[in-house]
Structure formats: structure tokens, C-alpha cells
């Protein structure tokens, strides 16, 4: 090899085609013509690779620090990603449970094993598939009987002594969490990075009080914008902050009673897979209940309108407080323990986006509690408060038909995310986020004090929608609910079990993490089904307000920006760990949310 960098033998870090990830490998050959080296990975998988995917393994070792605290999280080092790859059927199981995605690495403490480079972050195209648009299943059978023909998609060549038979893939799997550290991907800042984490951190807290306030003019129109503010001190109420804490605590404590199942997470890239207590749906009958019983007591409920602003600032404070607490115990947790892109180095930034993935004190996980419990049915209950509030304003003997339909439509919402509470442990929160003033802010006063602006609105702002209008509002949610609850489910089943019967029919591309990508049923109409038929629910939950002014549009106009970003960053983010396979699936599914036109 006269002109090659490198010569037979050496160790060498080579890009995993189509992807950002690099595996240490050894030099085989070198061909002068073609310019590309043939390599072997650790577990004898070889691979024709160009000189550009390439690198000395020097350029990476400054970020190879590892400080494991637990067994269950200790790295070392990895073999490739091609193990998976040989799996050609997407309905290998072993394949599917794989260590999940290199999005839940973090910079700067990889493994020795699979990295990403510093000066190549994001840039996971290369090799990409010929596969367009064809049956995968049809592709998938044609592997299987032809070992060769998925390998040769990315160039692969296996040795036959390595070839394990597809029984061992048990054994397989747990060697594979074993053993096959997180890949170190550089995520870009979010969010507007450093200096839009710190404008986020002061307009959205200003953003909600401004909202409320407009919400409580008696012309909320645009022109009478900004409202005028109160008096600081009028915003804090210790009895409001009591309630607040008093129905955290109630929800923490049912949250923890041994009632209802224990589902299992998704594997972490140690390969542990946390368990969390699903008994949401318990949760919401108990809450009820309780209710009832404060209610039959003498509890007031309009409390709630009346003390709006100040049960919103006592949140804001607890979910202040949660976020100070949760970046100081960040600080003591290993970098194992972090999500990517938590750990910028910058405080305001990593304070904001949250550094920890998972923090759990003791079996108890903050992120998955907050976001599913106190918020949730605290909007629930707002509602509730603001359907009497509208009552004994307006003198009415019953909520009006807009509000019985919007609250009946957000109840239906809430009840049924906890009724199907495990399939949130497959979404990108649980799967990729830090939890930190983001989500500690959206999952304790967003949620609960603006997603109820409808109802809030109603209650003095009397509206009477067309009849036409009310059942247009009526069938959105029904087609926008089935929408959201069938592709979630189908997403949410395929990624616990690929083998389950009932996906039979369904077809998917393999990756070179292990993990398939559907391609087909839900996720073969648009890339983001799920974000389709929430927005439709959304819209649904306006129309009843009618359209004299903005501020009943409000959850529909936020969230639709919310799912362009985030289906962006589900993009970026799957580009990452699924290279061609991805842009695969981007060819064959073109479109993102609404079929034929986005
Ligand atoms: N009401 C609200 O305020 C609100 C706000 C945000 C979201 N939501 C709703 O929450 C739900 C979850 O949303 P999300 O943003 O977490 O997105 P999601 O679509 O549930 O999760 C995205 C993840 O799904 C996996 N995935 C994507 N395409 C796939 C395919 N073709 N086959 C298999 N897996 C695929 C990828 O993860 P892996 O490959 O790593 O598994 C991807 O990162 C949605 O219904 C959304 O509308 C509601
Ligand atoms: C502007 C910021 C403060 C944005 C904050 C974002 C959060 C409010 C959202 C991020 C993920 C969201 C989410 C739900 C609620 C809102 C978020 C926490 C969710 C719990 C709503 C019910 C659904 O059925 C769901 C469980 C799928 C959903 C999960 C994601």
C-alpha cells in the first residue's frame, strides 16, 4: 500500500457508512485505484471503507474518558454495528432490542469503541441505499435467503467463522448491552443555543403571565395587547402555593403505591432498561375521587379562576425550585447518566435544556411523574374548576355546549395518554431528553395553565358557534383521536416487540443500529401520523371558541410550532443514528405531516 495513511494492521477509526458513528477497526488492505480501504471490525465483520471515513484513532482518544459509577454502566469496547446488520428481516427481535440510539451518548466521555468525530458531527450520509420506495418485506425475505444481499447495501462482508446463527440471538443481545458502549455524538445546540436558552428562560415565564392576563380582559383583542400588570405582590398567594404542593404530593404518593403494572423502558445504550409504574389511568380515578370527596366537603372549585395567576406562580416557583434541584444533582451524576446535548458546559444552556436522562430518586422517575401526572390532571381539574366558574358567572344552570365539548375533548385526551401510559416511554421525551427547566416549566405550568386557555376564555366570553361548526369541531376530534392513538400505538408496539403478530403485515427498512424503521400502515402515510392527528384534536378544541379573537387558538398556534421543531429535530437526530437508512425512509415517505402537501 504505497500511498495509502495507513498500513495493513493498523488500528484505525472507520464511519459506519451512512451514519456519524465511528468504530475502532483494523487495516486489512488498501486499494490504490478505488481509494478505499478494506477493514475488520472486532467482531470480524469486514468492510470496504474510503479514505475519507478514515481517521487516526488519536483524533478521538481525548474524549475517550469514561467514569462509570455502576456496574450496569460500564463501557467498553464495541463491536459493530454490523452485528445488527445482518439481521436482514426487520423482524428480528434480538435485532430490535439492540442498545438504543447514539442520540443518548454524550460528548466528551465515549467509550473506546464507537465515536464521533469532532470535525464530522452530522454529517451521516455517505453510502446511502439504492432501496426506494419497494416492499421491504419482499427485500427482507430476498436476504434471508441471500446472506450477501443486505450486506452488500453497505459493503459488508462477514467471516464465516463469525456468522452466528440467528438462534444465538438471545445470547447475542445480551452480550450486545453488554458490551457496545454509547456512541459519542456532538448534538448541536437547540433551542436558539446559548443565548436562546437564556431568552426562553425569561419569555416564558413572562409569556404565560401576559397570556393570562390578556385571557382575563373583557376584550382580549390584539389591539389591547400587552395587558396591564399587576402589582408583583398580588401574583403570590402561600395558600395557593400550598394547594399546589399538597396536589404534587397527593400525586406523588399514588404514583408510588404498589398499584397497577410495572412497564419496562426502553434499553438504555448500558443495555438496563429502567422500570416505571404505569397505573396513570389509577391515578386519574383516585384524583377523581378525591375531588369528589373535597367537593361533597365544601371545597370551592372556582377557587381556581378566581386564583388563577397565583396558583400559576406558585407552579412557576415549584417547577423553579425543581429545575435549581434537578441541574445540582446533574452535576453529581456520571456522564452516563446524561442526555445528549445536556452537557454543553454552558450552566444557563444546560440548566434550560436539563442534563440528566433519567433522574430517578430512588425508584421514583422525576421526568416521567411530572410529565404524565401533576400537569396532566391538574388541566384536567382546572378545567373542571373553570366549567363552574363559567356557570356562576354567567348564571347558566350547566357549562355551556362549547365548554362541555372542550373539556370533554381534553378529558378524553389526558384520560386516554393515561390509559395508554406505556407507550410514552417509546416517544422522544422519554427517550432522548434531559429533564430541566424546560420540561419541569411545560410539565407543571404550560401544560396545566395554558392548555386550559379555552376554557379559561369561556368562562367570560360567551360564544355560541354555529351548529355546522360544533360538528366539524366534534369529527376532527374523532378522526384526529384515531389518527394519534393508531399510529402511536402501532410505533409504541413495533418498537417493543417487531415480531408481534399483529405487525405482520407491516413493512420496514433494518438499520444499521438494529433497529427497523416502519415504512409502512401509519408510518408510510407521513413521517410524524402521530403529530397529524394531535393537530387535528387541536384544532378541534379551538373551534368551539370561535373566532373572535386569538387567544382560544393559542394551543393550536404553539403547537403547531412545537411539532415543526420537533419533527426537525427528530430529523437531525434520526439522521444521526440511522444515516442511509433514514434518508432511506425520507425517500420512501416523503412527506412529514400532512400527506401530499407537508
Ligand atoms: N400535546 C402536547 O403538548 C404534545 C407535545 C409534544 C408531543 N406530543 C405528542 O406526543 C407524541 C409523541 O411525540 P414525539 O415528539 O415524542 O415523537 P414520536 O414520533 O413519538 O417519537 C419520535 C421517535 O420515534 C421513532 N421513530 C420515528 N419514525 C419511526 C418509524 N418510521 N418507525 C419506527 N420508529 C420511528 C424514533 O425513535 P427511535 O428510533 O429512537 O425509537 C423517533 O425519534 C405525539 O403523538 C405527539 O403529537 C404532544
Ligand atoms: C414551550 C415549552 C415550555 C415547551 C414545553 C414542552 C412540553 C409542554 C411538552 C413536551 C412533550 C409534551 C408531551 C405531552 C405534554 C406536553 C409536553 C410535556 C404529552 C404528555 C401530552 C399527552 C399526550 O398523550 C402524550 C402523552 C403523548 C404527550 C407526550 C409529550
Known amino acids: 500500500m504505497p500511498t495509502s495513511r495507513f498500513q495493513r494492521g493498523d488500528s484505525v477509526m472507520g464511519r459506519w457508512p451512512g451514519s456519524s458513528l465511528y468504530y475502532e477497526v483494523k487495516v486489512l488492505s488498501f486499494d490504490g485505484a478505488s481509494r478505499q480501504y478494506t477493514v475488520v471490525y472486532k467482531d470480524g465483520t469486514e468492510l470496504e471503507l474510503k479514505e475519507q471515513d ?104 462477514r467471516r464465516k467463522e463469525d456468522a452466528a446463527p440467528e438462534a444465538k440471538s438471545g445470547e447475542l443481545q445480551q452480550k450486545r448491552s453488554e458490551e457496545v458502549p454509547a456512541a459519542s455524538v456532538l448534538v448541536p445546540l437547540d433551542y436558539g443555543g446559548k443565548i436562546g436558552a437564556v431568552f426562553w428562560l425569561l419569555f416564558l415565564p413572562v409569556w404565560v403571565l401576559l397570556v393570562l392576563l390578556q385571557a382575563g380582559l373583557k376584550d382580549p383583542s390584539l389591539t389591547n395587547f400587552p395587558p396591564p400588570l399587576p402589582p408583583l405582590e398580588s401574583l403570590w398567594d402561600p395558600h395557593a402555593l400550598g394547594l399546589v404542593l399538597l396536589w404534587i404530593l397527593f400525586q406523588a404518593l399514588l404514583y408510588i403505591l404498589p398499584v397497577g403494572k410495572l412497564s419496562d423502558g426502553m434499553p438504555l445504550h448500558s443495555g438496563q432498561r429502567l422500570k416505571y409504574r404505569t397505573n396513570g389511568f389509577f391515578a386519574a380515578a383516585a384524583s377523581l375521587a378525591a375531588v369528589a370527596a373535597a367537593v361533597y366537603l365544601g371545597a370551592d372549585l372556582t377557587y381556581i379562576h378566581s386564583h388563577f395567576l397565583q396558583l400559576a406562580t406558585a407552579s412557576f416557583l415549584v417547577s423553579v425550585l425543581l429545575s435549581v434541584f434537578l441541574y445540582t444533582r446533574s452535576r453529581l451524576a456520571a456522564p452516563e447518566e446524561l442526555a445528549a446535548g445536556g452537557n454543553s458546559g454552558n450552566v444557563l444552556y444546560d440548566f434550560f435544556k436539563g442534563r440528566e436522562l433519567n433522574p430517578r430518586l430512588r425508584g421514583f422517575d422525576l421526568k416521567f411523574f411530572c410529565e404524565m401526572r401533576p400537569g396532566l390532571l391538574g388541566w384536567c381539574l382546572i378545567n373542571v374548576g373553570l366549567a363552574l366558574a363559567e356557570m356562576k358567572q354567567q348564571g ?88 394519534f392513538r393508531k399510529s402511536n400505538s402501532e410505533k409504541n408496539r413495533f418498537r417493543r416487540d417487531p415480531t408481534d403478530p399483529q405487525l405482520a403485515h407491516l413493512k420496514s427498512i433494518p438499520t444499521a443500529t438494529g433497529r427497523s424503521l416502519l415504512v409502512s400502515g401509519w408510518w408510510g402515510v407521513v413521517r410524524h401520523p402521530n403529530y397529524l392527528g394531535d393537530l387535528l384534536m387541536a384544532l378541534a378544541w379551538s373551534l368551539p371558541c370561535g373566532l373572535s379573537h386569538l387567544l382560544p387558538w393559542h394551543y393550536l398556534i404553539y403547537f403547531s410550532a412545537l411539532l415543526l421543531h420537533r419533527g426537525s429535530r427528530i430529523t437531525s437526530a434520526c439522521m444521526r443514528t440511522y444515516g442511509s437508512a433514514w434518508e432511506e425512509y425520507c425517500r420512501t415517505v416523503p412527506y412529514r405531516i400532512v400527506p401530499g402537501v407537508y
Not at 125 to 132: A, P
Open 54 to 157: 478514515i481517521m487516526n484513532i488519536s483524533s478521538f482518544q481525548h474524549r475517550s474518558r469514561s467514569r462509570s459509577r455502576s456496574p450496569g454502566r460500564r463501557r467498553s469496547r464495541s463491536r459493530s454495528p454490523a452485528r445488527t446488520t445482518r439481521r436482514s428481516s426487520s423482524r428480528s427481535a434480538a435485532a430490535e432490542k439492540a442498545p438504543p440510539s447514539s442520540r443518548e451518548a454524550k460528548p466528551k466521555d465515549s467509550g473506546e469503541g464507537c465515536l464521533s468525530p469532532p470535525p464530522q458531527v452530522n454529517k451521516g450520509n455517505g453510502n446511502s441505499s439504492k432501496h426506494e420506495g419497494k416492499d421491504n418485506n419482499a427485500e427482507s425475505k430476498r436476504s434471508e435467503a441471500d446472506p450477501d444481499r443486505n450486506q452488500t447495501r453497505y459493503n459488508l462482508r
Open 396 to 483: 347558566l344552570p350547566a357549562p355551556s355546549c362549547p365548554m362541555v365539548l372542550v373539556i370533554v375533548f381534553q378529558l378524553l385526551y389526558v384520560l386516554d395518554s393515561l390509559w395508554n401510559e406505556e407507550a410514552v416511554l417509546t416517544t422522544m421525551d422519554l427517550l432522548h431528553e434531559g429533564f430541566g427547566f424546560m420540561l419541569a416549566f411545560g410539565d407543571l405550568v404550560w401544560v396545566p395553565f395554558t392548555y386550559s386557555l379555552q376554557a379559561y376564555y369561556l368562562v367570560g366570553h360567551p360564544t355560541s358557534p354555529s351548529t355546522p361548526l360544533l360538528a366539524a369541531s366534534v369529527g376532527l376530534q374523532l378522526v384526529g383521536y384515531y389518527i
